[in-house]
C-alpha cells in the first residue's frame, strides 16, 4: 500500500498564474481533505471532498477550489497566485466513518515568485 | 470556534529526562483530540489519539476536560524523539468534520 501520494513534490509559479496540485489517497479511503501549512506554522484546513461534492471549507477565497474524481483522487487548483500562498500543501485521505483517523501526504511544496 | 494552542513553539530537554508538551483546545462539544509527529524528511503521521488510551513509542496523553488541556508526555526522552509535534482537535462522533490542528511544537533531545 502505497499510502497517500501527492505531486508534483515541488513547483515553482510566478504571480497571477494558476497551478494544479493532486493527491491519490490512500487504498480503501474515500473522503480527502486538503491543508496548507506555511513556514513555521500548524496545517490550516482549506476543505475537504467527499463523493465527488465539497463538504465542508475553511477559511480561505474563492480562488481555492477543488475537486475528487469517482476513483477518490483529488486536485487542488490555486487561481491568481499570490506571494503569500507560498507554503506546502498537504493531502490527507481517511474514510467516511466515525473516529477514522487522517492520513497524510508528503505534500507538495508551492514557491511563488 | 474551534482552537488548539501549544504554547511551546521549542522545547528542549536532556536524553533520559521527562518530557511534556503542552496542549489546550477551546470547544463547546465532546472532542477528539490527537497528537501527530512529523519526523525530520518524513510526512505527518498519528502518534496516538485519546480514545484509544494507549501508550505510542513511550508517550501518553490524557484528556484533561476540566482544564481543557491533552499534554503529551513521556519519562525519559529518546534523541529518536526529535520532531515536530502537532495536538489536534475534531468534534467527536462526527465522521466528516475538521481536524483543527495547532502551530506544533519542536522537540530536541539533546544527548
Known amino acids: 500500500d502505497a499510502g497517500v501520494t501527492q505531486s508534483p513534490t515541488h513547483l515553482i509559479k510566478t504571480r497571477g498564474q494558476q497551478v494544479t496540485l493532486r493527491c491519490s489517497p490512500k487504498?480503501?479511503?474515500?473522503?480527502v481533505s486538503w491543508y496548507q501549512q506555511a513556514l513555521g506554522q500548524g496545517p490550516q484546513f482549506i476543505f475537504q471532498?467527499?463523493?465527488?461534492?465539497?463538504?465542508q471549507r475553511g477559511n480561505f477565497p474563492d480562488r481555492f477550489s477543488g475537486h475528487q474524481f469517482p476513483n477518490y483522487s483529488s486536485e487542488l487548483n490555486v487561481n491568481a497566485l499570490l506571494l503569500g500562498d507560498s507554503a506546502l500543501y498537504l493531502c490527507?485521505?481517511?474514510?467516511?466513518?466515525?473516529?477514522?483517523?487522517?492520513?497524510f501526504g508528503n505534500g507538495t511544496r508551492l514557491t511563488v515568485t | 470556534a474551534q482552537r488548539v494552542t501549544q504554547p511551546e513553539k521549542l522545547l528542549s530537554v536532556f536524553k533520559g529526562a521527562p518530557v511534556e508538551l503542552k496542549c489546550n483546545y477551546s470547544y463547546s462539544g465532546s472532542p477528539e483530540l490527537f497528537w501527530y509527529v512529523q519526523y525530520s524528511r518524513q510526512r505527518l503521521q498519528l502518534l496516538l489519539r485519546h480514545i484509544s488510551r494507549e501508550s505510542i513509542k513511550g508517550f501518553t496523553a490524557d484528556l484533561n476536560k476540566g482544564e481543557t488541556s491533552f499534554h503529551l508526555k513521556k519519562p525519559f526522552a529518546q534523541e529518536e524523539d526529535s520532531a515536530m509535534y502537532y495536538c489536534a482537535l475534531r468534534a467527536l462522533k462526527t465522521s466528516y468534520d475538521k481536524v483543527i490542528f495547532g502551530p506544533g511544537t519542536s522537540l530536541s533531545v539533546i544527548p
Open positions: 490527507a485521505s481517511s474514510l467516511d466513518r466515525v473516529l477514522s483517523p487522517l492520513h
Open positions: 471532498y467527499y463523493e465527488e461534492e465539497e463538504r
Open positions: 487504498s480503501g479511503h474515500d473522503t
